[in-house]
């Protein structure tokens, strides 16, 4: 308690002494009192009772060292916490550097960069990173290039990855192209789920057909059922069990 006291009393100072505190010009003057805050930890800070002016100072001097000891989880924090986009945007760059795609995609997202996350994107598709890729193109909401992902994926045999894409935009034409594609694989859950989305009842009674032909009855009576084909599952009650 005399600790929080004393580091208080020395940021106080630091403000009264020199202006440039303020507009965030000598972030210096808060060396002296950065390990001490670091020791109390970020989430137990309390600076609710200084300037908007000086808590962006603070949390920013913070941020930095964060950064420096490699701590680039509470850095991001403290530079959210600072409002400070453009030191958000560094630790992107970090994370990037690192390969570490899932976290630097949300540094972006968190400070609103649009044009990394849509060049990440891009980067990721050319060099085959289809996951990292889904999610940049998602963060930035460009739905031709989701469309580009999704084809790949579909070529690729990752039909999980195309079918969280075509739901994702609500395309039924892919979700239909999806489906038939499946159905050639015979991955009939995902055809199933496709046509169900894209509400072709035609493709769902179609792919019952095929399903009951190769006696995957539950798959069979599954997609009836979403076709509203009340003749066929009455059918399949009344003549098979599994």
């Known amino acids: 308690m005399e600790n929080e006291k004393i580091i208080k009393k020395i940021v106080m100072n630091i403000a009264e002494d020199n202006e440039r505190v303020f507009n965030g010009q000598d972030t210096n003057k808060f060396n002296k009192i950065v390990p001490a805050l670091l020791k109390k930890g970020l989430d137990n800070l309390n600076i609710s009772m200084f300037s908007p002016e000086l808590k962006f100072s603070i949390l920013t001097a913070l941020g930095e060292e964060y950064k420096r000891k490699g701590n680039l989880n509470d850095a991001v924090k403290s530079f959210v916490l600072a409002g400070n986009k453009e030191k958000l945007n560094n630790v992107g760059g970090d994370y990037e550097r690192l390969l570490q795609f899932d976290n630097c995609i949300e540094v972006y997202r968190l400070s609103g960069n649009k044009e990394r996350l849509l060049e990440l994107g891009k980067k990721c598709l050319n060099e085959g ?114």
């Open 129 to 242: 990173r289809l996951e990292p890729a889904l999610n940049a193109f998602i963060a930035v909401g460009d739905n031709a290039k989701l469309i580009e992902v999704g084809n790949q994926c579909v070529s690729r045999y990752r039909f999980d990855y195309a079918f969280e894409i075509f739901s994702t935009i609500k395309d039924k034409e892919k979700l239909i192209e999806l489906g038939n594609r499946c159905v050639d694989e015979k991955e009939y859950d995902y055809a199933i789920k496709a046509f169900e989305l894209a509400e072709d009842k035609e493709k769902l009674n179609s792919i019952g057909d095929i399903c009951l032909k190769d006696e995957h009855v539950s798959k069979a009576l599954e997609a009836y059922g979403l076709a509203g084909n009340t003749i066929m599952i009455e059918f399949i009650k009344t003549n098979f069990s599994e």
